[in-house]
């Protein structure tokens, strides 16, 4: 079996993977903050961990996968500055922090359904762990890692020598400085808060009591404690999005070593890349236009097309997004899908994976979760005349595992919402025997992409 290497963010290369217990994975992922729906940009990242935690499995290894949901205000920025997010979500839709927060969580919980995301073993909120981060922030006091003003307990940058480590701030040192607002409390232009009871916002709704006075944790803290808590004092890999290394990871690195005093918390880091909307244009839930799954299947994409397009980009590599590439993965998941339910197994009904298209394709998962080569793979098994159907279909069933695209599922036909009005529409002028209306939409349903028929029930449409 071909070893697996893994891209650790930390050492900027390519390693062997090794776990600390042989046989056992502790994996953390950072999870959403669910004060509004996640964009498929934020998806493609957990898509990446699904893929990782789909890779470690085949390898034979167990996998303790956790996840946080950030449920309590997260600020924009950690310095006290920007928006708190989850207090906008509820200004926006005029309900409490916690109705946002709950109603998100299940929207988050249902496109990871909708992506075949395997769900984690562990799903811990934020809002359910605020003594876990009280008692980290403790342990940083006494180890003096903190210093206290104007109310709030701030990180001190300066007694924790590793800080930056794995943004490597010592060299990009001004490039990541300036991405954080100056704070007049702060010592140093690094430091971070750790406990608010100060803020801006004065309606926070979400408040509890601390050695410190009443009022509510920083964001990084939540990971760091959480991890801790569910996964001990070391654990092997813990993921994100790669806008996380600056801040968010670099922080949690000197809560938890800060803490615990045991090095290294982490030993593989891993981050996916953006998907951006051309020229660079990063997708970000703060700006207001974001593509969201609803938004995909209301132009009638279904949820795995989108997990296919995102399997034809390396998880390292930006991903573009266009409407012709999604048609184009759309119609890839289609006759692939097509394929897969034509192998009709004749003479043994059962085959068995064929060794050497198992193998290759083990090298590509492996060789730090290649996941083009490893679709093309797929398709180079189906039209591969050599291999017998019931071969084929054994094969590609195991192929899947990884791929979690459901190709053995029958094909269904997601009809786009403004498709389906112009069939009730002509539905309506076939009763009313309006047939020169009924021709125009018809002209109309076809010139967007469809085949229209005439049933027993009316109009049916299928894609072409
Ligand atoms: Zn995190």
Redesign the pocket.
């Given at each position: 079996m071909p070893e697996l290497h893994l891209y650790n963010t930390m050492s900027r290369q390519k390693m062997l993977f090794e776990p600390r217990d042989p046989g056992e994975v502790k994996l953390y992922c950072?999870g959403p903050t669910v004060y509004n729906y996640a964009h498929i940009g934020n998806l493609r990242t957990y898509v990446f961990e699904d893929l990782l935690r789909r890779v470690l499995e085949w390898n034979g290894y167990q996998v303790n996968h956790v996840m946080?949901i950030t449920d309590v205000g997260h600020l924009t920025s950690d310095a006290d500055e920007g928006e708190d997010k989850m207090l906008k979500g509820a200004k926006r839709e005029k309900k409490t922090v916690w109705e946002i927060a709950e109603f998100y969580t299940h929207a988050f919980m249902h496109d990871m359904t909708a992506l075949n995301l395997l769900e984690p073993h562990i799903k811990c909120k934020a809002t359910d762990h605020i003594q876990e981060m009280i008692d980290q922030v403790k342990a940083l006091e006494e180890n003096g890692l903190t210093y206290t003003a104007k109310g709030n307990v701030y990180f001190d940058t300066t007694k924790f020598p590793d800080y930056g480590k794995l943004a490597q701030l010592d060299k990009q040192e001004l490039q990541a400085g300036a991405r954080i607002k100056v704070d007049k409390n702060k010592k140093n232009p690094h430091d971070f808060v750790l406990w608010f009871t100060k803020s801006k916002f004065g309606d926070q709704e979400m408040q509890w009591d601390s050695p410190w006075g009443k009022g509510f944790p920083g964001w990084?803290i939540?990971?760091s404690a959480m991890s801790t808590r569910y996964l001990g004092s070391q654990i092997d890999i813990h993921c994100?999005g790669i806008d996380?290394i600056p801040v968010?990871?670099t922080n949690?690195i000197a809560q938890a070593e800060g803490a615990t005093n045991i090095k290294p918390w982490v030993l593989y880091w891993m981050h996916g890349n953006f998907l951006v909307l051309g020229k660079d244009k990063k997708m970000a839930k703060s700006e207001e236009n974001f593509l969201t799954l609803k938004v995909l299947a209301d132009k009638g994409y279904d949820p795995l097309d989108y997990r296919y397009f995102c399997l034809q980009a390396h998880y390292r590599k930006e991903l573009t997004f266009h409407w012709d590439a999604m048609d184009a993965a759309k119609t890839g998941l289609r006759r692939l899908r097509e394929k897969v339910c034509a192998l009709v197994p004749n003479g043994s009904p059962i085959g068995s994976p064929t060794g050497l298209q198992l193998e290759k394709f083990e090298s590509a998962i492996n060789d730090d979760l290649n996941m083009p080569q490893a679709l093309s793979l797929a398709w180079e098994l189906l039209d591969n005349p050599d291999i017998s159907d019931a071969d084929k279909l054994a094969t590609i069933k195991k192929f899947d595992t990884i791929l979690g695209l459901k190709l053995d599922e029958p094909i269904t036909h997601a009809i786009p919402e403004e498709i389906q009005k112009l069939v009730t529409e002509r539905d309506d002028a076939r009763k009313e025997k309006n047939w020169k209306k009924s021709d125009k939409l018809r002209d109309k349903i076809e010139k967007a992409g469809f085949i229209v028929k005439d049933g027993p029930n009316g109009t049916e449409v299928m894609p072409k």
């Open positions: 950072c946080n990084h939540e990971c994100g996380h968010h990871h949690e």
